[in-house]
C-alpha cells in the first residue's frame, strides 16, 4: 500500500489561504488521493478527492503534481472552523472493501 | 448527502459490562463497514472489517471475543464491547463507503467511559 507524509502541525491566519502538503511518492497508477478531516470529538470528514488532474469543490482544491507524488490541499479563505487534524490517503477509488488507514496527519490551527 | 448515524454518542458504564454501539447506514446500502477506535490525541486505528452477512475479519492485536461485531443487515453494523475495563475507554468511530464519489462516510463517533 502506498504510504502518506505530511506535516505534524501547521498554522494559518483566518481568511487566508491554508495549503497542506502531502507527500505520496510510492502511489501507484490505480489510486487516488483522499483528503478528510476531523474536527475535535467528531468522525473525519470527506473532503476532496483526485486522480491526476486538480479537483475543486465547495469546501477546496486538490493540486496534484504531473508525477502524483505529492498533492497538496488548498483551503482557500481558511476559517476558525476549518481547525481541524487533516488527512491526506491513497486508496483504489473503486474497491469498496479497501481498508482506510489512516496515518498521523496535520494538525491545522486557524488563528483569529 | 450519505449519511452514517451512531449511536449512543456517548455511555458510561462499569467495568465488567458490555456496551453496545450501534452503525446505521441511512439512504444507502453498505455490504461492508469498518470500525476504528481512537485514543485522545492519535490517530484512528482500524479494528475490524464488518461485512453483512458473514464474520467480521480483525486487525492484528485486536481481541475478537471482546469486540464482537454484527453486520445482520445492509444498514446496521453492531460492536459491543463485552466485559469492559477502563483501558477500553476510547472514541469509536463507524464507517461505510457511501459510493465511488464519495470514499467513505463517518458516524459522529462514540465516547466509551469504563468506570
Known amino acids: 500500500d502506498a504510504k502518506t507524509t505530511q506535516p505534524t502541525s501547521m498554522d494559518c491566519a483566518e481568511g487566508r489561504a491554508a495549503n497542506l502538503p502531502c507527500n505520496h511518492s510510492t502511489i501507484s497508477g490505480n489510486e487516488y488521493v483522499y483528503w478528510y478531516r476531523q474536527i475535535h470529538s467528531q468522525g473525519p470528514q470527506y473532503i476532496i478527492h483526485g486522480l491526476k488532474n486538480n479537483e475543486t469543490n465547495e469546501m477546496a482544491s486538490l493540486i496534484i503534481t504531473e508525477d502524483r507524488k505529492s498533492s497538496t490541499l488548498i483551503l482557500p479563505h481558511a476559517t476558525l472552523r476549518d481547525t481541524a487534524v487533516y488527512y491526506c490517503?491513497?486508496?483504489?477509488?473503486?474497491?469498496?472493501?479497501?481498508?482506510?488507514?489512516f496515518g498521523s496527519g496535520t494538525r491545522l490551527l486557524v488563528r483569529p | 448527502g450519505a449519511v452514517v448515524s451512531q449511536h449512543p454518542s456517548w455511555v458510561i458504564c462499569k467495568s465488567g459490562t458490555s456496551v453496545k454501539i450501534e452503525c446505521r447506514s441511512l439512504d444507502f446500502q453498505a455490504t461492508t463497514m469498518f470500525w476504528y477506535r481512537q485514543f485522545p490525541k492519535q490517530s484512528l486505528m482500524l479494528m475490524a472489517t464488518?461485512?453483512?452477512?458473514?464474520?467480521?475479519?480483525?486487525e492484528q492485536g485486536v481481541e475478537k471475543d471482546k469486540f464482537l461485531i454484527n453486520h445482520a443487515s445492509l444498514t446496521l453494523s453492531t460492536l459491543t464491547v463485552t466485559s469492559a475495563h477502563p483501558e477500553d475507554s476510547s472514541f469509536y468511530i463507524c464507517s461505510a463507503q457511501s459510493g465511488p464519489n464519495y470514499g467513505y462516510t463517518f458516524g459522529s463517533g462514540t465516547r466509551l467511559t469504563v468506570v
Open positions: 490517503i491513497v486508496r483504489p477509488r473503486m474497491d469498496s472493501s479497501y481498508k482506510l488507514i
Open positions: 464488518s461485512n453483512e452477512g458473514s464474520k467480521a475479519t480483525y
